[in-house]
């Protein structure tokens, strides 16, 4: 099995190496890719967005699947375009259409989604420009924080949380105005929800699925959750207060109504389907849909999978899911990110990286791995090329103990090769895991 792997992250590095555990994985590549991947795949020139290159690449190298890790390539509708092409319609594809991705590609779709299938979700209604006027008149009728949402894709900066009321009548006017482009033409004010957030991700053919293991995301960039929201700067799996019960609330209220109103909307649907949630006193609500895996969960999540990721992802590609089981270690699995100093707002690029031999051999073992985000080879070295530079993720290996004990061995592993790499600016926070472990201490 030929495999082709779209996207240039972390949580690209980390779904080539899942594949590439498999007996089944004949060669991979990955496009573009990074120099962490170009370790384990061939990278490819080319965006993943591009259809004409993704073609090109298909049939040059005689690829039989094809996941895709980001979501724009799917809201812009490149599995549309692989189906409705006579040389590529029979190549395996994970990842839906643009109907099924515009549960990310539209909040307003998405909430009305989840309105007409009765999944629990925060109260909202939507506004224009030429409904401005009430959108502010709404905002005064709602008690604050203020949560403002663009409608469609603004880069993880489209969700504004404000305690004003002034604050937020002006930001609505100035996003309907244009502030995300045409992203918030519409925007979406929802009611805002307090509680613990956690990320479950499933694999789905529209009828069978698989639940993959849940993460925890650390999305501020200080210690303590302080200060701006980046794309994740760290990750743990499992999630404790994700329980038993809990996941048994998701499943039926939640994961079981999406796949069915995909079906009752007449929206196929083949690949990852991103739940975020909150948990508010023990009761599960989505924040949003997203049509991919998360990154930095999808570092962690993946290592904690046993059974064989490929065959899951060709049963999701060909529809014959409902017949797989998905084994999961019962291991922790924690994920720290290294960044460039003054991420997520500006910062320089171009520093070389060093000091850690997991960088560029790889051999992922004694339970850490290190997967490449933001990084370039450049004469010969490996250099910051993002914000996000690299993740470490360390595996529990005791097999006994309790999860407190599985996380601070992950925490110590993480954090010793963490410290071992070096590059200017290096920035990442030292309390992944530390809410968890305090969770865990209150509850005994
Ligand atoms: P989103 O891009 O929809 O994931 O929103 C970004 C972040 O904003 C979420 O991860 C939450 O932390 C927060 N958020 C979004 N919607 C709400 C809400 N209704 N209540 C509370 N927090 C929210
Ligand atoms: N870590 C959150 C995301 O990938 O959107």
């Known amino acids: 099995m030929n495999v082709l792997v779209l996207g240039s992250g972390g949580r690209e590095h980390a779904i080539a190496w899942s594949i590439k555990q498999s007996k089944e994985c004949g060669e991979l590549y990955v496009m573009p890719g990074n120099p962490g991947c170009a370790q384990i795949a061939t990278c490819l020139n080319g965006a993943a967005n591009d259809f004409e290159a993704v ?5 040059a190298h005689n690829i039989n699947l094809v996941v895709v890790g980001p979501e724009e390539p799917l809201v812009l509708g490149l599995a549309d375009k692989f189906k409705a092409d006579s ?7 994970v990842g839906p259409g643009a109907a099924g991705a515009r549960l ?9 989604f989840m309105n007409r299938h009765n999944i629990p979700t925060a109260k909202f209604k939507s506004f224009t420009k030429s409904t401005l006027e009430e959108g502010k008149q709404f905002l005064g009728s709602m008690q604050p924080p203020y949560v403002l949402k663009a409608d469609g894709l603004a880069a993880g900066k489209g969700v504004l949380i404000l305690n004003s009321l002034e604050e937020a009548c002006a930001e609505l006017e100035s996003m309907v ?12 004010i929802e009611q805002f929800l307090s509680g613990i957030e956690v990320s479950v991700f499933i694999l789905t053919d529209g009828e069978g699925y698989l639940i993959l293991p849940q993460a925890k995301d650390y999305k501020r960039i200080g210690e303590g959750d302080k200060g701006l929201n980046t794309g994740g700067m760290g990750a743990v799996s499992p999630v ?3 329980d038993e019960l809990f996941m048994q609330k998701v499943e039926q209220r939640i994961i079981k109504p999406t796949i069915e109103g995909l079906k009752k909307d007449g929206i196929p649907y083949n690949g990852f389907i991103f739940l975020g949630l909150i948990c508010c006193a023990g009761e599960p609500y989505v924040i949003e849909y997203n049509v991919r895996m998360g990154d930095p969960e999808t570092q962690a999540v993946m290592t904690r999978i046993k059974s064989d990721m490929l065959l899951h992802l060709v049963a ?3 529809g014959e899911l409902s017949g797989q089981k998905i084994e999961i270690s019962k291991e922790a699995a924690l994920a720290v990110i290294a960044v460039s100093e003054g991420y997520p707002q500006n910062y320089a690029k171009g520093f070389e ?23 370039a080879q450049k004469e010969g070295r490996i250099v910051t090329s993002g914000g996000r530079v690299l993740s470490v993720v360390a595996n529990s290996v005791e097999g006994e103990g309790d999860l407190a004990a599985k996380l601070q061995e992950c925490r110590q592993k993480a954090y010793s090769q963490i410290d071992k790499v070096s590059y200017r600016g290096k920035t990442y926070r030292r309390d992944i895991g530390e809410d968890i472990l305090k969770m865990l201490e209150s509850g005994r």
Do not use: R, Y
């Open 240 to 242: 404790p207060f994700a």
């Open 353 to 375: 990286i060093e000091g850690n031999e997991l960088l560029s051999n790889n051999t992922f073992s004694g339970a850490v791995k290190l997967f490449h985000s933001g990084t």
């Open 87 to 93: 040389q590529l319609k029979n190549i395996l594809f």
């Open 316 to 318: 999701c590609a060909k």
């Open 177 to 188: 105005g244009g502030k995300f482009g045409s992203a918030s033409s519409t925007v979406v």
């Open 104 to 112: 990310e590609g539209s909040k307003e779709f998405a909430k009305e």
């Open 55 to 59: 073609k090109e690449a298909v049939l």
